[in-house]
């Protein structure tokens, strides 16, 4: 196996070369042009995909999932239908956009129930499912720890001011360079084996401390922006509008749940 670690390869010409089986880590590849090149099997995990063009090409059986806008497939704009498709799915996800102190209200009781209910299907399985990678995603309990992060990092943190609220067992994004340092406070322990009981305490705490902020919220304080934090860390320490940070967590909230419930199903048909 050949290795190309930290070379400088711009403008290099690949023709008629067998890449098959190759893994691509950290690797620029702006302004690449394929061409005549098969991608069957491929996978593409922590991309990003700006101002690309594909031209007499073959889709089949693909499956893209992510931030997707401006995009464009025989010329036809088909995001806004993505969009449109998810709504009538998945009624309450049109809830997840609230435009009023009500509506945050609303829609943080659905993201409750809806919890609630996932959690009960995941108490049905084997508890050493609930720790298994389903085609190397997070586990469920795994999913659990990171929406922890997410509430440590962008309620308690950025909303309430806490410097570093940050429990152990909280999980942090993935990262393509492992050995990139991590924010200060967060750590990144993928061994750990805390039993669901024991995650479901921590994120308990930190779902009341969501609840709290949008039931003291009013119209007026949707716009208003939060304090920067006086401490080093993730989030950033700056000023951001009170509004787009809780429509983050919603976000985050409601995705992860459907990949959890994507994964419980494939756990359920294998046990049985």
């Not at 449109?84 to 609303?106: K, V």
Request: charged share 30%.
């Amino acid at each position: 196996m050949t290795e190309f670690i930290e070379q400088d390869l711009t403008d290099s010409g690949f023709r008629r070369v067998n890449l098959s089986g190759s893994r691509f880590r950290l690797v620029q590849l702006g302004g690449v042009e394929f061409c005549g090149c098969e991608f069957a099997d491929t996978r593409f995990r922590i991309v990003e995909m700006y101002g690309v063009k594909m031209r007499g090409v073959e889709l089949q059986d693909v499956e893209i999932s992510g931030d997707i806008g401006n995009l464009r497939v025989n010329g036809v704009e088909v995001a806004g239908l993505v969009e449109a498709e998810l709504d009538r799915r998945y009624p309450d996800r049109a809830r997840m956009r609230p435009t009023d102190a009500s509506g945050f209200r609303q829609a943080w009781q659905i993201l409750e129930r809806l919890w609630d209910g996932t959690v009960d299907r995941a108490r049905q399985l084997d508890p050493d499912l609930l720790h298994q990678s389903v085609d190397g995603e997070w586990s469920f309990i795994q999913t659990l720890r990171h929406l922890i992060l997410v509430t440590d990092g962008w309620v308690r943190r950025t909303i309430l001011g806490e410097p570093s609220p940050f429990d152990p067992l909280g999980l942090p994004w993935d990262d393509p360079d492992p050995d990139r340092p991590l924010p200060q406070g967060i750590t990144r322990d993928l061994d750990a084996r805390p039993s669901l009981d024991t995650v479901l305490e921590l994120r308990r705490d930190r779902m009341a401390s969501v609840r709290q902020v949008i039931e003291d919220l009013t119209d007026e304080s949707l716009d208003s922006d939060t304090r920067p934090v006086e401490a080093p860390g993730w989030p950033e320490s700056r000023s951001r509008r009170l509004r787009k940070v809780l429509l983050h967590v919603f976000h985050e909230e409601w995705e992860h749940r459907l990949y959890a419930e994507r994964d419980l199903d494939t756990l359920q048909a294998m046990s049985g």
